[in-house]
């Protein structure tokens, strides 16, 4: 099965930053990720799809990279409704799987 | 407008059985593959299981952790999808989300359900 890393497990930051939240996967999974956030109590939100695909109604502050093993999720311009934990999530054949999830705290 | 809405969890005894409703509102899960993803309390998110939508034949896989147990299934208006739990566990305890797929390719979820909580006492 493919495991999804997320580093760093949390990230403090303040309005304003630009912040930079990077997601490993153990094989090749060519662009099959996307981005979810979730804040505390509630569903996650779909942000990010086939790595770089911003989802309808998503800002474009947001934006994602990468394709093979090594992914980022990009948020400019930290606003306050940003702090929230964010997961990765791939597909496969054999089912699908998120990674840890990395918390963006204030700082 | 497009929702989802999970129903049907409680605390339930360890070794009984449970079955989660999720219905769907403006679209059919004939139409549409979903998942089902849980979150234990305090812990990031676990994939349970999917159903393919009918063009794809409908079909399921699970997660290994709960291959056996879980399964998949929708009513015959494709309107409601059920998860039924079997001989659960405590570590079942978590918040349930049901998701539906998004309609072009690649399994990624745009809606989510506000999730329902099942906590299984010993």
């Known amino acids: ?24 996967a153990s094989q090749d999974i060519s662009r099959w990720l996307a981005w979810y956030q979730q804040k505390p109590g509630k569903a996650p939100k779909l942000l990010i799809y086939a790595a770089s695909y911003l989802q309808s109604g998503v800002p474009s502050r947001y934006s994602g990279s990468g394709s093979g093993t090594e ?23 054999s089912g699908l799987a998120f990674g840890g999830g990395t918390r963006v705290e204030i700082k | 407008e497009v929702q989802v809405v999970e129903s049907g969890g409680g605390l339930v005894q360890a070794g009984r059985s449970l079955r989660l409703s999720c219905a769907a509102s403006g679209f059919t899960f004939g139409d549409f593959a979903m998942s089902w993803v849980r979150q234990a309390p305090g812990k990031g998110l676990e994939w349970v299981g999917l159903l393919r939508s009918k063009p794809y034949g409908g079909t399921t896989e699970y997660a290994a952790s ?20 079997n001989s659960l566990k405590t570590e ?25 909580v099942v906590t299984v006492s010993s």
């Not at chain 1, 497990?9 to 997601?23: E, F, I, K, P, Y």
């Not at chain 1, 606003?79 to 964010?86: G, L, N, S, V």
């Open chain 1, 1 to 24: 099965d493919i495991q999804m890393t997320q580093s760093p497990s949390s990230v403090s930051a303040s309005v304003g930053d630009r912040v930079t939240l990077t997601c490993r």
């Open chain 1, 71 to 93: 992914f980022t999720l990009t948020i400019s311009n930290l606003q306050p409704e940003d702090f929230a934990t964010y997961y990765c999530q791939h597909a496969s054949s």
């Open chain 2, 66 to 85: 709960v291959q056996g147990r879980f399964s998949i299934s929708i009513d015959d208006s494709n309107t409601i999808a059920y998860l039924q739990i």
């Open chain 2, 92 to 116: 079942d305890t978590a918040i349930y989300y049901c998701a539906r797929k998004i309609s072009t390719g690649g399994w990624y979820f745009d809606y989510w359900g506000q999730g329902t």
